[in-house]
């Protein structure tokens, strides 16, 4: 059945579908925003790590520093991700990170081209 514009094709890797998520092309509503900002940054801490810790004023000798310890890279995320939410004020009451906030600001960010000059597809 073809139905364009209603249902999303089949793409050739996950890669592709997280880049067209990151940039807004696959609506918001249909996707869990904390994984896409997590996957994201991810991404930006693997080719970008200067410019987030500009945006964000993060340690950057601190993150390089966990990146090399710690065995569970994706503890480094969760912990930067905190980390943002604390130096932005996403926070609720008790003090806590409210990551879906957290979510939104670096994804409005991004879109918005304020973390600086990215891209997310290199020449191979």
Do not use: C
Not at 2 to 15: A, I, M, R
Not at 106 to 112: A, I, M, P, Y
Request: proline content about 2%; overall charge negative.
């Amino acid at each position: 059945m073809d139905t364009p514009g209603v249902l999303w094709p089949k793409f050739e890797n996950e890669e592709i579908g997280l880049n067209l998520s990151f940039t807004g092309t696959i609506k918001d509503e249909i996707l869990d925003k904390e994984e896409i900002a997590f996957y994201l940054l991810k991404y930006l801490i693997d080719n970008y790590l200067k410019l987030v810790s500009e945006k964000y004023k993060l340690n950057y000798e601190e993150i390089e520093e966990k990146i090399n310890t710690y065995e569970d890279k994706n503890q480094v995320i969760l912990e930067t991700m905190e980390q943002i939410g604390k130096n932005r004020g996403a926070l609720v009451s008790g003090g806590r990170v409210d990551n879906k906030k957290v979510a939104n600001i670096l994804l409005q960010d991004f879109r918005e081209g304020r973390i600086g000059k990215i891209t997310l597809e290199k020449v191979k």
